[in-house]
């Protein structure tokens, strides 16, 4: 018996020698390296591109659950650049998506992020739009002609891509209105229908909950639609100053349905 002991421990520690510590947990469903997620950003800053938070939780929960990801912004000129102090436009800046999203790379730049026009269906099995004012500035132009607007061109070739390929695509706060508008018919969260003011917290943007409506989308609290294969969380829709942790936790929750239905 001791010896059976001190040969699993012996090979235990062999394994453990190959690999740095962070690597031993395999997430909740032990496919580390077998997943591949494309996530696409829109700068770097909740008023005028990716939300931080959404972008770092959906990057440690991909990491977590032992998905491989690769990060993809436009590579072109922002909306606006806005002073994240005062909510205001700052006067006189311009800036690039690709340049911006790169913030959200460790020490890697441009190695770790790629042109969203190089982001192809055939090299991933699932693609997530992190939440922020950049999906309705810089990925569509929702902020000026709301139902009506227009897409990116590479966000709405790829949404269509995806969905044509039966792989799965998830949301975050806002990022449903770039799904609805692609492909109308699909069922979505974005939170509450309406600003229900608590002391936890409100919901200022329910107007984007009628818009995406409007779309022909179908609005469920929470949801997944397993028949398109879209997961939705709505994140930062709700402003609240004191719970983080759902943030953090629906986040994880819509990552984990994606990687459910990537191995389907």
Not at 136 to 150: A, R
Request: overall charge positive; aromatic content about 10%; charged content about 20%.
């Amino acid at each position: 018996m001791l010896a059976t002991r001190a040969l699993l421990s012996k090979q235990t520690l062999a394994v453990l020698s190959r690999q740095p510590a962070c690597f031993v947990h395999h997430g909740d469903y032990g496919n580390w390296g077998n997943t591949n997620i494309a996530v696409v950003f829109s700068g770097c800053g909740w008023w005028d591109g990716t939300d931080v938070h959404e972008g770092v939780y959906t990057m440690y929960h991909l990491s977590r659950n032992g998905a491989r990801f690769q990060m993809f912004a436009p590579n072109q000129q922002q909306m606006n650049v806005m002073d994240h102090m005062r909510k205001q436009p700052a006067s006189g800046e311009n800036r690039n998506m690709i340049m911006e999203s790169a913030r959200f790379s460790h020490g890697q730049g441009m190695m770790q992020m790629q042109d969203l026009s190089k982001l192809d269906v055939n090299s991933f099995d699932a693609v997530i739009f992190p939440g922020g004012h950049g999906i309705i500035k810089n990925l569509s132009s929702f902020v000026k002609d709301g139902k009506d607007c227009k897409l990116h061109n590479d966000v709405e070739r790829v949404l269509k891509d995806f969905h044509r390929s039966r792989k799965p695509i998830g949301l975050a706060s806002m990022a449903p209105v770039l799904a609805c508008r692609a492909l109308p018919g699909i069922e979505v969260t974005m939170g509450y229908e309406r600003d229900e003011n608590t002391r936890w917290g409100n919901w200022p943007h329910t107007n984007m909950v009628q818009a995406v409506k409007s779309m022909g989308a179908r609005h469920n609290v929470p949801y997944v639609d397993e028949k398109n294969k879209v997961v939705s969380t709505p994140s930062f829709m709700w402003d609240t100053e004191y719970h983080y942790h759902y943030i953090f936790d629906g986040i994880g929750n819509m990552v984990k349905h994606v990687m459910r239905m990537s191995t389907k």
